[in-house]
């Protein structure tokens, strides 16, 4: 069984950064891609960032320039670098793993 376990979400101002953790464990046997999605209140899950195996990243043109993902530990675990968030950027921020394992969410809240 695959286990992902988000950290370092919470509420930040506006302009301010955060950075998201998540680390994959159980029956792993290959990592193709890990990466983040988030859900706002009343809208569908949408793709923030991905990484694959040989360090090719894609990320949403939302996040362009503001987001960073990086993986670690052998790649089991992924991080997300948020600079700059806006208000639009509150949502609960998933991690996924081969497209397939979701962790259980964290909350990011961008207010002042």
């Known amino acids: 069984q695959v286990r992902l376990v988000e950290s370092g979400g919470g509420l930040v101002q506006p302009g301010g950064s955060l950075r998201l953790s998540c680390v994959a464990s159980?029956?792993?046997?290959?990592?193709?891609?890990m990466g983040w999605y988030r859900q706002a209140l009343g809208k569908e899950r949408e793709l923030v960032a991905t990484?694959?195996?040989?360090?090719?990243?894609n990320y949403a043109d939302s996040v362009k320039g503001r987001f960073t993902i990086s993986t670690a530990n052998a790649k089991n675990t992924v991080y997300l670098q948020m600079n700059s968030l806006k208000p639009e950027d509150t949502a609960v921020y998933y991690c996924?793993?081969?497209?397939?394992?979701w962790g259980q969410g964290t909350q990011v809240t961008v207010s002042s």
């Open positions: 996924n793993m081969n497209l397939g394992y």
């Open positions: 159980g029956r792993i046997f290959s990592i193709v891609t």
């Open positions: 990484i694959a195996s040989d360090g090719s990243t």
